[in-house]
């Protein structure tokens, strides 16, 4: 049985493990502390529970299993992600264990409910377009691409609310 519910404190540390896990880096990937520790990642996580700040994690048989969140960033410190100063930017991972089984579709479904519930026009995210897998999710929820930062593609998706 799956379980989605919205992040709580004591989840902080699964979170800190689920965003290691959304930076696609297949060779060379920096130890976990390292890299989430770097300004342009630390930001993504640092001070969690500000207003506007939505998280939800799955659990499989009570199991953390996966996490979804966003986060709004001012035109002043752009994410990777980042379409303008009123379009969070998510970030999603499903613990290896548990992918491939529907989990990341569910947690979506799950934020973009709670985005729209918040009145908010879009939501963002930053995707390797090397991560197929990812893109073709991302797509068939009707993202698209919105414009390359770096070597990701920034992808939007504008909520049907708006």
């Known amino acids: 049985m799956i379980t989605i519910r919205p992040l709580e404190g004591h989840d902080l540390d699964f979170f800190l493990d689920m ?26 996580h640092e001070g969690w529970g500000k207003p506007g700040d939505r998280a939800f994690v799955a659990l ?20 990777y992600g980042f379409i303008d100063s009123d379009t969070p930017e998510l970030g999603i991972a499903v613990h290896p264990a548990y992918r491939g089984s529907g989990l990341g579709r569910r ?47 920034t992808m939007k998706l504008t909520l049907p609310s708006c």
């Open 60 to 79: 499989k048989e009570n199991h953390l299993a996966g996490a979804v969140w966003y986060r709004l960033f001012p035109e002043t410190d752009k994410g």
């Open 107 to 153: 947690l979506m479904h799950e934020v973009i409910k709670q985005a729209e519930r918040d009145g908010y026009p879009s939501l963002s995210l930053s995707v390797d377009p090397k991560n197929a897998s990812a893109v073709k999710l991302y797509q068939s929820l009707g993202f698209v691409y919105w414009g390359v930062s770096g070597t990701s593609w």
């Open 19 to 44: 965003h290691y896990e959304s930076i696609h880096i297949l060779q060379g990937k920096p130890e976990k502390h390292e890299l989430l520790n770097e300004p342009a990642i630390r930001k993504y």
